[in-house]
């Protein structure tokens, strides 16, 4: 009989969607979009529902560590979580030059040098070279830290003394006490801790791609972070609450609204806070904070109310078959504007909570040896030829 090879060739790669739209990459326990049906879910909770009934912190020990927890654990978890927010000496001391050498950037872009110098400071380790115990460790002070980078950086820009984080108040108020220097009304913090619960996990989105892409390298968790946030700052991606706002200033009054909108549209321009690439219906994060917005009522609400309804009208209109609904910016925008946030901070306060659920992403993907290594499609001139001489 004649001998018998194997075809050792490498076979033709898969050639992906676009965008890699509708790929599955992974295997994940953390939560799901379903995109055809407006609904999303923290393992096996409406995230939703839990914005509506949880505390963050109850919903951050969901996440990572698999349930929610009883009385007992909950406060033991607050109380640890609380202990974390104290920067080292070092950083804190090399935040005034980071602030100044940063101005134009904001505090976004200083967080990944500042999550740098924590990891520096704290001697993380690669989670190749670590266990699960000490990952999460790691994840719990980096997620602890978070708010009191960001908003000692927001107050060195603006020229005033970083507030330290008091251990008597939750994850919420206490970014809002960091920021401000004054104890937040209660409705206030409730909101912004509602709209934080929302913007936790959200999917294999690119900010999480590209963590769970580093982590699959064995890097520290840090460098996961710092990447995460790099993909975060993107217009298409984190940066749309504020522009969502500016655009409601832009068309300044009901009369203006279908005028502005059209000619946005006829310019091929995109309505910032409209449309989303999973969601074929309204996004239930938007739903959820129009509701937080309905509570404190007022023109702007009004005002937001009229735009998304003739937005929507008009876009059927002029793109007809397309499903175009608000998505989380357009009533985030409003809820956090409401809250006093300070426009620059709107995508921060994202990143405060998404860096819970980048964490919880990356401790998953630790756990997996496999490195995340892609195919592209070759399409430049044929190769080889000859070097010119």
Same mark, same amino acid.
């Given at each position: 009989?004649p ?18 739209a ?10 799901d979009v ?13 995230a939703?529902?839990l914005?509506r009934?949880r ?6 020990h969901l996440v990572?560590?698999g ?6 654990q ?8 609380a ?8 950083v804190?001391?090399a935040?005034p ?5 940063g #101005?134009? !950037? /904001? @505090?976004?872009? &200083?967080l990944?040098?500042?999550l740098? +110098?924590v990891?520096?400071? %704290?001697?993380?380790? $690669?989670l190749y070279?670590s266990d699960?115990?000490?990952?999460r460790?790691?994840a719990?002070?980096?997620c602890?830290?978070v708010p009191t ?5 927001h107050r060195?820009g603006?020229g005033?003394?970083p507030?330290a984080?008091?251990e ?5 108020a206490?970014y809002?006490?960091m920021?401000t220097?004054?104890?937040p ?10 709209y934080?619960?929302?913007a ?7 900010s999480?791609?590209t963590?769970?892409v580093i982590?699959?390298?064995g890097?520290?968790?840090v460098?996961?972070?710092c990447?995460?946030?790099? #993909?975060? !700052? /993107? @217009?298409l991606? &984190?940066?749309?609450?504020s522009?969502? +706002?500016?655009?409601?200033? %832009?068309?300044?009054? $009901?009369?203006r609204?279908?005028d502005w909108?059209r ?6 321009e995109r ?12 996004d ?6 129009k509701e ?11 005002f937001?109310r009229h735009?998304?309804e003739r937005a ?10 397309r499903?175009?609904?608000?998505n989380v910016?357009?009533y985030?925008g ?8 300070p426009?620059?901070m709107f995508?921060p ?11 919880a ?14 195919s592209?499609?070759?399409?430049g001139?044929p ?7």
């Amino acid at each position: 009989m004649p001998l018998q090879t194997t075809d050792t060739r490498t076979p033709a790669p898969l050639r992906a969607p676009r965008g890699l739209a509708g790929v599955v990459v992974a295997d994940t326990e953390l939560g799901d979009v379903r995109g055809e049906e407006g609904f999303y879910h923290y393992r096996q909770y409406s995230a939703v529902e839990l914005a509506r009934t949880r505390t963050f912190e109850e919903v951050w020990h969901l996440v990572l560590h698999g349930d929610l927890p009883d009385g007992e654990q909950l406060a033991d978890f607050t109380a640890r979580t609380a202990a974390l927010r104290h920067l080292p000496e070092a950083v804190g001391q090399a935040l005034p030059a980071l602030a100044r050498a940063g #101005a134009g !950037s /904001g @505090p976004l872009a &200083g967080l990944r040098t500042a999550l740098s +110098l924590v990891g520096a400071a %704290a001697g993380t380790r $690669p989670l190749y070279d670590s266990d699960p115990a000490s990952r999460r460790a790691d994840a719990l002070a980096v997620c602890a830290m978070v708010p009191t980078l960001l908003t000692a950086l927001h107050r060195l820009g603006e020229g005033l003394t970083p507030v330290a984080p008091r251990e008597d108040l939750s994850h919420a108020a206490n970014y809002l006490y960091m920021l401000t220097g004054e104890e937040p009304d209660p409705a206030h913090a409730r909101a912004v801790e509602q709209y934080l619960i929302a913007a936790v996990d959200h999917g294999f989105n690119a900010s999480t791609f590209t963590g769970r892409v580093i982590a699959s390298t064995g890097a520290d968790l840090v460098a996961c972070l710092c990447g995460a946030i790099g #993909a975060l !700052s /993107g @217009p298409l991606h &984190g940066g749309a609450p504020s522009r969502a +706002l500016q655009a409601l200033d %832009a068309i300044g009054t $009901p009369e203006r609204t279908d005028d502005w909108i059209r000619a946005q549209l006829a310019g091929g321009e995109r309505l910032m806070g409209f449309g989303h690439a999973v969601y074929r219906t309204e996004d239930p994060r938007s739903r959820l904070l129009k509701e937080v917005a309905d509570g404190f009522g007022g023109p702007l609400v009004d005002f937001a109310r009229h735009v998304e309804e003739r937005a929507e009208a008009l876009l059927a209109e002029l793109k007809p078959g397309r499903e175009l609904h608000i998505n989380v910016e357009f009533y985030a925008g409003v809820v956090m504007e409401l809250c006093g946030l300070p426009r620059a901070m709107f995508t921060p306060t994202f990143c405060v909570a998404r860096t819970v659920g980048w964490s919880a992403n990356i401790l998953e993907q630790a756990q997996d040896a496999k490195i995340i290594r892609p195919s592209a499609r070759y399409v430049g001139p044929p190769a080889p030829q000859p070097v010119p001489r």
